[in-house]
């Protein structure tokens, strides 16, 4: 069983910037590609980004490539969203994924843990 747990979403103006991070537990972080959706009210979740194993490899969503950028850190158990040139459209609430797999996808079932998310909001 792999628990994860999201941090870093808040109110942030437009334009600007924030940095979500999420941990996992146990110790087969490193093995596990990891995703990030995210899903704003009244609407289905959404893939936002999605990195490899290593970290070679990185996929992001139309709407958010050249703004996002995901990264992991396999010392610590731990993958970050850095997220800038925030807009109102962004506006969600953000889930960190684990895949038993090294390969990345954007696809959510393909996805075995998911953790209780993070709020972002982004005010005009």
């Known amino acids: 069983q792999v628990q994860l747990v999201e941090s870093g979403g808040g109110l942030v103006q437009a334009g600007g910037s924030l940095r979500l991070s999420c941990t996992a537990s146990?110790?087969?972080?490193?093995?596990?590609?990891m995703g990030w959706f995210r899903q704003a009210p009244g609407k289905e979740r959404q893939f936002v980004a999605t990195?490899?194993?290593?970290?070679?490899?990185?996929y992001y969503a139309d709407s958010v490539r050249g703004r996002f950028t995901v990264s992991r850190d396999n010392g610590k158990n731990t993958v970050h969203l850095e997220m800038n040139s925030l807009l109102p459209e962004d506006t969600a609430v953000y889930y960190c994924a684990a895949r038993i797999s090294t390969s990345a996808t954007v696809t959510a079932g393909n996805y075995n843990y998911w953790g209780q998310g993070t709020q972002v909001t982004v005010s005009s």
């Open positions: 146990g110790r087969t972080f490193s093995t596990y590609a």
């Open positions: 990195i490899s194993w290593s970290g070679m490899n990185t």
